[in-house]
């Protein structure tokens, strides 16, 4: 069963706007992750965040956490084409063996 | 993907036959994981190891069986192939001990078509 649920499903945006991507869990989490996949290929970690951090920044990413909401947002700023991919939040629980539990992911298309 | 290949990339099999995917990491990872994609379901976990030789069932495991006899290699078998299993299949690796601090690295994908 999906832990993580992407909101929107789909996003389209001119290029130089900020998407904004949500992610809501059920249940207490160790991290959360952000990925993106390009077309055709697999996976590519983002960016992860853990349970006692509130705000996270990479580059042009941030990615926010409420554990009180259960619920995660990705921003990409200043978007460009080549962030045209799907985004896929996953949540880890606790515990050495714990798995990583994907969400349905947000296609996100940038128009040049 | 860097440290993590798998093979065949893309497979044509019949309903009923067995079929073998190999994962193949240079990372010396502890950890590795078979997930599967299909579209409304985003990826979904099919095995994973934790050691040669420990292995584990996710949330889809029916009509898949897997073996590590190598940290380096991980293998997933449909034991008689479904029309239900086409799929595209990634496999993943991390880390142990940092596991919580670093994502999964997933290979390219195996695209798998069952007729």
């Known amino acids: 069963s999906q832990q993580g649920e992407e909101d929107p499903q789909a996003l389209s945006i001119q290029e130089g706007e900020n998407a904004t991507m949500n992610c809501s869990y059920k249940t207490s989490i160790n991290n959360l992750q952000w990925y993106r996949q390009n077309s055709g290929r697999g996976l590519v970690h983002l960016i992860l965040?853990?349970?006692?951090?509130r705000e996270k920044h990479s580059g042009r990413l941030r990615v926010t956490l409420d554990t009180s909401k259960k619920s995660s947002s990705l921003l990409i700023t200043a978007s460009r084409a080549a962030d045209t991919a799907s985004y896929f939040c996953?949540?880890?629980?606790?515990?050495?063996?714990?798995?990583?539990?994907f969400g349905k992911g947000i296609t996100l298309s940038v128009r040049p | 993907d860097a440290g993590i290949t798998q093979s065949p990339r893309h497979k044509v099999t019949e309903t009923g036959t067995p079929v073998t995917l190999r994962c193949h990491q240079t990372?010396?990872?502890?950890?590795m994981y078979w997930y599967r994609q299909d579209p409304g379901h985003g990826l979904r976990l099919i095995h994973y190891?934790?050691?040669?030789?420990?292995?584990d069932k996710g949330e889809v495991s029916d009509g898949y069986s897997v073996s590590r006899s190598k940290t380096e290699d991980f293998l997933l078998t449909l034991e008689s192939a479904t029309s239900s299993q086409t799929s595209v299949y990634f496999c993943a690796i991390s880390e142990a001990g940092t596991g919580n601090l670093y994502g999964y690295t997933f290979g390219s994908g195996t695209r798998l078509t069952v007729v």
């Open positions: 190891s934790y050691g040669v030789k420990d292995t």
């Open positions: 965040i853990r349970s006692n951090e």
């Open positions: 990372e010396n990872h502890r950890y």
């Open positions: 996953a949540t880890r629980g606790g515990g050495a063996n714990s798995k990583l539990t």
